[in-house]
């Protein structure tokens, strides 16, 4: 079935513009996370959807940086005057959300994540 | 602070060697993950663990609950799983179902 996809592979922008980096989740997913990963770095935390509503966004850098979920499906991480520093991979996963057991035995806890979006600030 | 700590941060290994990667926590968790991450790719759930030992053809995990830590094994190896490999924890209490990430480990395969 299709995974997690995020659109565009790929943003090079210049600095202070406005960038969109978009995530479509795994259907039936209500749990959605959005993190960065900075070169040699581990994947850092930014903001977790449940349904769609922000239940943690305590991983944002700063205000210039936002995020939606409208829908409880596709979100969009929002950048706004973007910054060299903001160069990064952007992940998203997705999982079905606590308290849900699916067959197989695999836990709601495990995320599924996508390919992610290369940001390059110049 | 870094709540997870994996070691080594770089391994170069011979294709058939068994390989090695350890990870350790400081904060109480619900699970334990490894991850792996190809250059250029996505990352991959290997394994969910929260006690005992899980295998998967030539990989397998082990966790230790009370001394926090736990190690991915790798046998007989081979050039395609040349990645990067991430251990990944669910902290308990998890209000957010977030995860704390070590850093990484960089293998490379030399056939």
């Known amino acids: 079935g299709a995974g997690v996809s995020q659109t565009p592979s790929n943003k090079v922008t210049e600095k202070g513009k406005y960038v969109e980096l978009r995530c479509d989740p795994i259907?039936?997913?209500?749990?959605l996370y959005w993190y960065r990963q900075s070169l040699g770095q581990g994947p850092e935390f930014l903001i977790y959807?449940?349904?769609?509503?922000?239940?943690?966004d305590s991983g944002l850098p700063n205000d210039r940086f936002f995020a939606v979920r409208p829908e409880g499906s596709v979100s969009t991480l929002k950048i706004q005057r973007t910054e060299r520093g903001d160069s990064a991979v952007y992940l998203c996963?997705?999982?079905?959300?606590?308290?849900?057991?699916?067959?197989?035995?695999?836990?709601?806890?495990?995320?599924?994540f996508g390919p992610g979006t290369r940001l390059t600030v110049l | 602070k870094n709540e997870v700590e994996q070691s080594p941060q770089n391994l170069t290994a011979q294709e058939g060697e068994f390989i090695t990667i350890n990870c350790s926590y400081s904060v109480g968790i619900s699970a334990l993950h490894w991850l792996q991450q190809h250059p250029g790719g996505g990352i991959v759930s290997l394994f969910m663990?929260?006690?005992g030992k899980k295998k998967h053809g030539r990989l397998i995990a082990t966790i230790n609950i009370q001394e926090k830590h736990s190690s991915l094994h790798i046998t007989a190896s081979h050039p395609r799983d040349s990645a990067v490999y991430i251990c990944?924890?669910?902290?308990?209490?998890?209000?957010?179902?977030?995860?704390?990430f070590g850093t990484g480990t960089s293998l490379t395969v030399i056939p």
């Open positions: 959807f449940q349904g769609t509503g922000a239940a943690d």
């Open positions: 996963a997705s999982s079905l959300g606590q308290g849900r057991a699916l067959a197989g035995g695999i836990s709601t806890d495990t995320q599924y």
């Open positions: 663990l929260s006690s």
């Open positions: 990944a924890v669910s902290p308990k209490p998890n209000t957010g179902n977030q995860f704390y």
């Open positions: 259907s039936g997913h209500t749990a």
